[in-house]
């Protein structure tokens, strides 16, 4: 029986996949993309998904838990595949070497299918793979992966299809991509049950990677909305004002319910959200102070050092040493 062209489609045929996990990336990502396919194996009696784990040089893999992931080999035990999924996490410019990208390119006509999780979008990149191709990363890289790779065509959502190439914004999206995979092959009721088992919803992948919505229905909806709007405009900031009126509520009434669900005033959390955005920026670009500044909505470098050594207990530039 021949295979369809996409492995986004109905089939009863074995699926085997190869991970190709690199450095630093997160443990939950590596579960997120395989337990849902462990657990869709064991709902459906048979083994319809397989699975080998691969890295850059055939050792184990340090993960930013503190553990090592075993491997079964270096990116050429991938061969056999009919999927190569490339998961990375932090420093990812560090450990996607010349050697493997080269190593990439070569493989990659050899896969049905290819894919990138978090920052496995980077490498696929950088290997020149998703030109003219839709893609997704972590949200909190989408505006340098758009600048870095305008040939290709970058969305915020949590995962994306393109062709042959499929990419997932994190964690929670890897797990989002395989329960829409398995519905795909498999059919929706497999997909509940396996939802089901992690306690879960399953969410499309055209939503966007961060919403409005409330993150803990604790949390007044007023707030949520706020903090919205705080995390759209990190790089220029209204005042607490500006966010109360465009909520339809007063100043004092905006900073109560700041103040009943937050413990801290608005104008206090928006400027926390700037300093952890320039934190991130600094641990994982080289970007200059200047311009992470802008970034992130202060008028000068010596603004954001003195609100960050405030914030942090050391300026920026202790930070960039210990890199």
Not at 74 to 91: P, Q, T
Not at 166 to 191: E, K, N
């Amino acid at each position: 029986m021949a295979k369809p062209a996409t492995i986004f489609a109905a089939s009863q045929q074995p699926l085997s996949l190869a991970l190709l996990v690199l450095p630093h990336c997160s443990i939950l990502e590596v579960a997120s993309t395989l337990d849902p396919l462990r657990s869709a194996n064991r709902h459906l009696g048979t083994e319809a998904y397989r699975w080998r784990v691969v890295s850059p040089d055939g050792g184990p893999v340090p993960l930013t838990c503190g553990i090592e992931l075993p491997s079964s080999g270096a990116l050429a035990s991938a061969e056999g595949a009919d999927v190569l999924i490339v998961i990375a996490g932090y420093r990812q410019s560090e450990v996607t070497t010349k050697p493997l990208l080269r190593d990439l390119r070569r493989i990659a006509p050899r896969f049905r299918a290819l894919g990138g999780i978090d920052a496995g979008g980077w490498v696929l990149a950088r290997a020149g793979l998703l030109n003219g191709q839709r893609a997704t990363v972590h949200w909190e890289d989408l505006e340098d992966f758009a600048a870095a790779f305008p040939e290709i065509e970058v969305t915020p959502d949590r995962f994306t299809l393109s062709g042959r190439y499929f990419t997932a914004g994190g964690a929670a999206p890897a797990a989002d991509l395989m329960l829409h995979l398995i519905r795909s092959r498999h059919g929706p009721a497999t997909a509940l049950q396996v939802a089901a088992s992690f306690v879960t919803t399953p969410r499309p992948g055209t939503e966007p990677q961060i919403t409005a919505t409330r993150p803990d229905p604790r949390l007044d909806a007023r707030v949520a909305r706020a903090i919205a709007r705080m995390e759209a405009r990190l790089d220029s900031p209204e005042t607490a004002a500006e966010t109360a009126a465009a909520l339809g509520l007063s100043p004092r009434r905006l900073e109560q319910l700041f103040r009943e669900n937050l413990g801290l005033s608005p104008a206090a959390h928006a400027l926390g959200l700037r300093l952890q955005a320039a934190r991130r920026l600094l641990i994982d670009t080289r970007h200059p102070l200047t311009e992470i500044a802008l970034r992130t909505g202060f008028s000068s470098a010596a603004t954001l050092t003195r609100a960050f050594t405030l914030k942090f207990g050391a300026p920026p530039s202790t930070l960039r040493k210990t890199r």
